[in-house]
């Protein structure tokens, strides 16, 4: 074929692969001490209690289990879904609630659904790249909405709205992806009264509200009644459970979550019978937050001996974020660095971060970088970041 670009759909050929998926191939390699990808620490998983579960299925339901089932997801794991989200503060019935592959796929689905080619889509500026894959996938044309400390900037917002009228904002409030920063709630308030006055959907993901190392329950956005008829809430099992069971669900509107399942006809049929009801088994029986506890406890400490080496091998004149809870820490070097580069030289010395400049959707910063301190115990968090010293210091 002379060229290949003309044979393919438009946007897939030009939406880039996940520079984090690439990096993931690496990791498996044993020698290398991986801060890039955001999994979960593998020794943490209860393999036993998801064990008893899945075995408790084939046992007492093994058919269905084995069997196709519906579109929207199973009635216990919806029923499992709706309670976890009322539980975050977002009062959920069953039937708001649709079953998804992972809220990857939610994202997915929901781009299907709402955006057209050219439609605007805002989101903050930098934001979760397979997020921007799946947007970008649809056509979706972005915009950065402003954001500082305490995330997306109420009036910034508003102005975004009124001057490009997207057809969706994308928002991480909770621990965002990548820059681990958090939204208040007086600022969420806020945030709320604006999408309450404009006609948008707001797409809120939440996978990392319940990894919190402080006392701060943050409340979705989506729990203001008043935007339950243009606000989705994305929530999945795989960070506080396992990514590779791929559970995960959207809250939203009924008569949206209908077109959803076209969606997701045309894409998987349905989301993984066996995993779903397993899932909810393990859901029914087993105390999630006792079982989260050591867990937070755990990343907390991560997070405190990533916080200490990074201020020792970052180079004067750095700044980084200092997360209440998630998995990502990100960092900005000083002038004249780029962290693209630097990426092959610390691969070279035995470790892996992510670059910033792929997270964003305008004016990229070469000087950001990524760290993800869950995956690593505090004392190799220390070697990796040892390896990175000199890494830092040629530039
Ligand atoms: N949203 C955000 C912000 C994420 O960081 C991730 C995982 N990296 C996902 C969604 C997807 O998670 P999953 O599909 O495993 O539920």
Same mark, same amino acid.
């Given at each position: 074929m002379d060229s290949v670009r003309s044979h393919l759909n438009e946007y897939v050929s030009t939406v880039g692969?996940?520079?984090? /998926?690439?990096?993931?191939?690496?990791?498996?390699?044993?020698?290398?001490i991986s801060f890039a990808g955001g999994n979960p620490a593998s020794e943490l998983f209860d393999v036993d209690g998801l064990a008893k579960s899945f075995a408790h299925v084939m046992e007492i339901a093994g058919p269905r289990a084995m069997q196709y089932a519906s579109t929207d997801g199973e009635p216990e794991m919806r029923a499992a879904a709706a309670q976890r989200s009322t539980g975050m503060g977002v009062p959920t %019935?069953?039937?708001?609630?649709?079953? +998804?592959?992972?809220?990857?796929? @939610?994202?997915? =689905?929901?781009?299907? +659904? =709402?955006?057209?080619?050219?439609?605007? !889509? =805002? $989101?903050?500026?930098?934001?979760f790249v397979s997020a921007l894959q799946a947007f970008g996938l649809q056509g979706a044309e972005f915009k950065? !909405?402003?954001?500082?400390?305490? @995330?997306?900037?109420?009036? #910034?917002?508003? #102005? #975004?709205?009124?001057?490009w009228k997207p057809k969706a904002v994308y928002l991480i409030p909770t621990f965002q992806n990548p820059t681990g920063v958090t939204m208040p709630e007086s600022r969420r308030r806020a945030v709320a009264d604006i999408f309450a006055a404009h006609d948008t959907?707001?797409?809120? *993901? *939440?996978p990392y509200s319940e990894l919190r190392y +402080?006392?701060?329950?943050?409340?979705?956005?989506?729990?203001?009644p008043r935007l339950d008829d243009r606000a989705f809430l994305l929530n999945t099992l795989s960070k506080v459970l396992s990514p590779g069971l791929r559970v995960g669900w959207v809250r939203g509107p009924e008569h949206i979550l209908e077109r959803l399942s076209v969606a997701k006809q045309a894409t998987a049929l349905q989301t993984s019978t066996i995993d779903q009801l397993a899932a909810a088994h393990y859901l029914a029986h087993t105390?999630?937050? &006792? %079982?989260?506890?050591p867990i937070r406890a755990e990343y907390a400490r991560r997070r405190d001996a990533m916080l200490t080496g990074l201020r020792e091998v970052l180079p004067p004149g750095s700044a980084m974020t200092e997360p209440a809870g998630g998995m990502f820490v990100w960092a900005r070097l000083p002038e004249g660095y780029? &962290?693209?580069?630097?990426?092959? *030289?610390?691969?070279? #010395?035995?470790?892996?971060? $992510?670059p910033g400049a792929p997270f964003y959707v305008a004016d990229p910063d070469p000087r950001t970088l990524r760290f993800s301190f869950v995956s690593n115990t505090p004392e190799v968090t220390r070697t990796g970041l040892e390896r990175l010293a000199?890494?830092? /210091?040629?530039g």
């Open positions: 692969k996940s520079p984090i /998926r690439a990096l993931f191939e690496l990791s498996f390699d044993p020698n290398l %019935t069953a039937s708001q609630v649709f079953i +998804t592959s992972g809220s990857q796929q @939610g994202i997915g =689905l929901l781009s299907q +659904t =709402l955006v057209n080619p050219g439609d605007v !889509v =805002l $989101v903050e500026n930098p934001s950065p !909405v402003d954001t500082d400390e305490a @995330g997306v900037v109420p009036e #910034a917002l508003d #102005a #975004a709205i009124r001057r959907w707001l797409i809120e *993901d *939440d +402080t006392e701060d329950q943050q409340i979705p956005i989506c729990a203001d105390d999630l937050q &006792a %079982t989260l506890d780029d &962290a693209s580069e630097l990426v092959y *030289d610390a691969i070279e #010395a035995g470790t892996m971060f $992510v000199p890494v830092f /210091r040629r």
